[in-house]
């Protein structure tokens, strides 16, 4: 059985190393802006919807670099390392840099495409002028904390201008990537459960499905971009496959 197992931090190729210190320095200048300023960084950097009067074009890229908290950079960082540094040494840095910043911007397009179909199934129960007052007015109040009373209101205001932070879309790209090129290599949950690298990918993307489906409304998780940057990542090695076998023909 082929086992790829990455033996600590010694094994830190450049593409990653960088990308670990970017995500680290957007965090602490998220807390310390946060702090000092009282700037929300991750409402300025983190995607929102097209339509959203907080939306930038800059926040297709920026918003890989955000996280919510401890918590959620610490597993993203990991993974990015675990996962990435395999790959980065089995692929080179261009083409590593290439694929994760594709799938992390193809998980985000995914996921406003999500949003759109969600948006579009909420607009039908509010009139013209609700609309609207949540387009213009929205933001500011979920700045303080609050939301509308009333469900489709609520509901429209957090698609409209709620951002999206994290690196969880590039990285499940990567999972994707490991599975597929090392599809027999074991690895362990929670440090102790062996599993294959091809059967963690299935059963962690139909779980991201299951949750998305749900619309379980006290779920955050954007699990569609998750879905999203392997959907991607899939086509990507699918892509390079091709190619590479046609030049072996």
Do not use: C
């Amino acid at each position: 059985m082929e086992q790829i197992r990455p033996t600590g931090f010694r094994i830190l190729p450049p593409v990653v190393k960088n990308i670990l210190i970017i995500n680290g320095l957007f965090y602490l200048a998220t807390l310390g802006i946060q702090a000092a300023y009282k700037i929300d960084l991750t409402n300025i950097l983190g995607m929102h919807y097209f339509g959203s009067h907080l939306f930038k074009p800059y926040q297709i890229i920026s918003y890989m670099f955000m996280h919510a908290n401890f918590g959620h950079i610490f597993f993203n960082m990991f993974a990015l390392w675990m996962f990435g540094s395999v790959l980065e040494n089995y692929w080179g840095p261009k083409r590593f840099f290439s694929y994760y910043m594709i799938t992390g911007i193809g998980a985000i397009m995914v996921q406003m495409v999500v949003t759109y179909i969600q948006i579009m199934n909420v607009m039908p129960f509010l009139s013209p002028e609700q609309i609207e007052m949540v387009k213009t007015e929205g933001y500011k109040i979920l700045a303080e904390n609050k939301n509308y009373i009333d469900v489709y209101e609520g509901k429209l205001n957090l698609l409209y201008n709620t951002g999206t932070l994290g690196a969880s879309g590039a990285v499940f790209g990567l999972l994707l990537a490991f599975g597929m090129t090392f599809p027999n290599s074991v690895i362990y949950l929670y440090f102790a459960i062996p599993i294959k690298a091809k059967w963690f990918v299935i059963l962690y993307a139909a779980l991201e499905l299951y949750s998305g489906l749900s619309n379980n409304p006290s779920d955050n998780v954007a699990h569609f971009a998750h879905l999203g940057g392997a959907l991607v990542g899939l086509i990507i090695i699918l892509f390079w496959n091709r190619k590479t076998k046609n030049k072996l023909l």
